[in-house]
């Protein structure tokens, strides 16, 4: 049992309705997230992956099981979630802080109580200087960083990140990974980070998660106690050789079988 948990999710399944009869998604999964805890989930795809953020955002109901956020069932869409897609989807009309704050419109929050922790967290994402600029104004890493931003403004109790880095070249892959351990360790928030990189997933886990093939249930559950700051001395080690090599030897038994 995680200490003091915030996402809680036991023997749950979800069964889509498709268009060809029921799909099962995901099936008996058992899922556990501590506060302040950094879980990455790796999986073929296909296996639910997205599937689980939906249903931890309150988009899509579940089949069986239970499925609570800080105690409370997941029943409809919840405010206390922020969600970092694959692609930044910034409205191109909007300034880079206009976007950051779409949350806080979409909750009818008042804006004015956000306007200094908008700007505070694009200075924390290294966007200070482009605040007032529009989202075609930024590269694509800097676009990225805008959607954490805005995932982080009404300081959800659980982020949720599918794939955020898919979409980069290699080299700003790794810069976003190393600037994402940074933002994790400033705000030490609760964070599901779903890839499909091994190395990723290692560097900034504390913990590894790997789903089977459809229907998705936990296969390995595996703790990274590597310390941080992670570097790149950290990634040449044995210690993160060793890690990164299990849950290779893991993926080659789900291909097998
Ligand atoms: N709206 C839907 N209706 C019916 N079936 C769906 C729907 N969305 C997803 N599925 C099915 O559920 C399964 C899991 O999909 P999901 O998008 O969660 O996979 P994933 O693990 O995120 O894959 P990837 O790594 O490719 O993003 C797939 O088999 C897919 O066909
Ligand atoms: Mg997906």
Not at 182 to 210: C, G, N, Q
Request: glycine share 8%.
């Amino acid at each position: 049992m995680a200490a003091d948990p915030v996402l809680q999710i036991e023997g749950m399944s979800v069964v889509y309705d498709s268009t060809q009869g029921p799909l099962t998604a995901l099936t008996k999964l058992d899922l556990e997230i501590g506060k302040g805890e950094f879980v990455a989930v790796l999986g073929p795809s296909g296996c639910g992956k997205s599937t689980l953020l939906r249903v931890i955002s309150g988009l899509l109901p579940i089949s069986a099981g239970t499925a609570r956020i800080s105690g409370e069932p997941i029943k409809g869409p919840r405010k206390d979630v922020g969600i970092v897609f694959q692609q930044p989807t910034l409205l191109p009309w909007r300034t880079v802080r206009d976007n950051v704050l779409v949350p806080i419109r979409a909750q009818r929050l008042p804006i004015q109580n956000y306007l200094a922790e908008a700007d505070r967290l694009l200075e924390l994402v290294g966007l200070g200087k482009f605040a007032s600029h529009l989202p075609r104004e930024l590269s694509g890493g800097m676009q990225q960083r805008a959607g954490i931003a805005r995932g982080l403004i009404h300081d959800p109790a659980v982020l949720l990140m599918d794939e955020p880095f898919a979409a980069l070249d290699a080299l700003t892959r790794e810069r976003m990974t190393d600037e994402l351990q940074a933002i994790w360790m400033a705000t030490r928030k609760t964070v599901l980070f779903i890839t499909h990189s091994i190395p990723e997933a290692v560097f900034l886990a504390d913990k590894v998660v790997v789903l089977s093939g459809r229907p998705g249930t936990k296969v390995l559950e595996l703790p990274i106690p590597l310390e941080r700051p992670r570097t790149l001395k950290t990634m040449a080690s044995p210690e993160f050789g060793a890690l990164a090599n299990q849950l290779r030897e893991m993926f080659s038994t789900l291909a097998a079988g």
